[in-house]
């Protein structure tokens, strides 16, 4: 036998051996898991969304998030990192353009598709495929159109969320001149080289700090941009698909209702989300979706694939109308208060709630230095929050 | 293949058996390869325990079109990739140590039980690039195509042998032997 098929077969033998009392624990966990997916039907059932769809609640929440996960990343570029705040520019000429943009990684993430006409933005999701937006940046409203019931409800835009969703399609674009042209100076891309993209010849470019890093493949022929990966702290987005100045109906960027629709009344107060929100969100979180535990990980991505699992969660609590909707609006404000964060002049946040169990005193969970405050603001696994000097951090 | 898809038609309609069966045949298996991928035993064992999760997560709207085991195999080595990525990352920032995944379970105790041949073939592999061990590991042991594995990594099938063959010729000089199974 060859050496190496000496490895291969040395590597195919290797057994390994298990506890048996962890693999009948680990066994019993997954039946109780099937058992409860069947009993709520969410995971199990195809189309949850429908069902997901009925309540208020969920509308509203779904409705936040979509606005909320499209305003992180201007809101991140802009405040992180003063260099990329000055390519956040409206130079881009396109008069339409349509893009995918996916939160989290590029192959399991949430994936939003775009099509952009002057200021209007006509916006899907691809976990909540009977749900449409239609964003007008300039005057600040959102229309949420519910295909199935027919039903549309508008949104008040103004305050930090529209200014960061218009602030966002400049960013795209101003990134895409940037490609173009690659002359600024401050941008300073560094050549990756040429590779296969999707049956394209692509050269890529990356950008970047400690915090933001920026990656481009552009086509070699035309300059336009193929795919476009930003990773700012621990959240990374993917902007591909991209299309330009293709014929786009007016009829699908109109902020009136669609014939045969009918108005719904919807309030959500999105305007701010404070302390005391992200850790009524975070207590939402751990009592719904992990036993008690805080979760892995906190990112908008990790947020946004809870949101369609909210209504199978809320469900099994009984809670009223009233009271689920209450819920719901905790959970979307825990997510705003980290979109916002950056934006409202605070800085470096740090998530330590891995596996901490809701009422552990002794684990710092999060922290954060506020705005204007010489302080950190500690938040313990009992949730209570203590002011804490910057050498007295937890390590 | 047919016995897997018959598993899966029968959990879809809730029998607990055919769960029994999917997890005892595949279980160790995924053991191996996520022990293989990842140094820190805790986080291969939550990454086998979490693609069991997603599985039934999923099994409403499952449809196989390749095997299951390629499907577990696959959603091993990108939770695997995932969680060596976070740990890059948490690098990058400062910070040490991560703790590994709850998912909201308590394990008894360890999973693995290591004897002195899988320690072996574990602290060689640790010797490996990330990229060169996924490479030998899903080949190997996940029996994945070279053009699958290229796919996963975002890379041309010419790479990927490259990685493959260096690290099979680099795991040949560390364990030269030693390794008794």
Known sequence: MRPTDQIKQTLKDIKVKTNPTVNQAVLDDLLGRLETAQQNNVSVKPNAWRTFMKTRMTKLTAAAAVLIVGFVIWTQVAFV?????????????????????????????????????????????????????????????MLVLQHEKKTGSYFDMKGP???????????????????????????????????????????????????????????VKTSLPVKITLGIGPQTTTLKNFEFDVPVDDALVSMDLPAGYTLEEAQMDLSDATEQDFIAGLK??????????????????????????????????????????????????GMMFLTLFEAKGHKDWHYAGNGVKVGDASKAIFWYKPKDAQDYRVIYGDLRVEDVPADQLPQ | ?????????????????????????????????????????????????????????????????????????TCVANRARNVNRAKA??????????????????????????????????????????EQREAVILHVQGQMKFSTIAAMQQTSIKTVLSRYRYGIT????????EVTV
């Open chain 2, 89 to 130: 990352r948490h690098r990058e920032v400062g910070i040490d140590e991560i703790d590994p995944p709850a998912g909201g379970f308590d394990r008894p105790e360890q999973w693995l039980l290591q004897d002195e041949a899988f320690e072996q073939f574990r602290g060689a592999m640790a010797q490996l690039p990330y």
């Open chain 1, 81 to 141: 990192q003063p260099t990329f705040a000055d390519i956040v520019r409206p130079l881009m000429t396109a008069q339409t353009l349509i893009y995918d943009f996916i939160t989290g990684l590029e192959e399991s993430g949430t994936t939003m598709h775009d099509i952009v006409k002057g200021s209007r933005i006509r916006r899907t999701i691809s976990t909540m495929p009977g749900m449409t937006m239609i964003l007008d940046t300039e005057n600040s409203r």
């Open chain 2, 170 to 177: 680099k795991l040949r000089s560390l364990l030269n032997g």
């Open chain 1, 161 to 219: 969320l529209g200014l960061g969703t218009e602030e966002f399609l400049k960013f795209v674009r101003e990134t895409i001149r940037q490609v173009q042209t690659q002359t600024e100076p401050q941008y300073a891309p560094v050549k990756l080289g040429v590779k296969e993209l999707d049956g394209r010849k692509v050269v890529g470019y990356a950008a970047g700090s400690e915090h933001v890093k920026i990656e481009i493949w552009a086509d």
């Open chain 2, 1 to 73: 293949m047919i016995e897997d898809k018959m598993l899966i038609w029968k959990l879809r309609k809730g029998d607990r058996s055919s769960l029994c069966r999917i997890y005892e045949k595949y279980r160790d298996d995924l053991l191996r390869i996520a022990a293989g991928l990842l140094t820190d035993t805790s986080q291969a064992e939550d990454t086998v325990h979490d693609a069991f999760i997603s599985f039934i997560d999923c099994i409403g709207t499952f449809s196989v079109t390749g095997s299951l085991r390629g499907y577990l195999t």
């Open chain 1, 284 to 333: 939402v979180w751990t009592e719904l979706f992990t036993d008690g535990y805080f979760p892995e990980s906190i990112t908008v991505d990790d947020y946004m694939k809870k949101v369609p699992l909210l209504e199978g969660a809320v469900t099994k609590l009984n809670l009223s109308p009233e009271e689920s909707k209450q819920l719901g609006v905790s959970f979307m404000k």
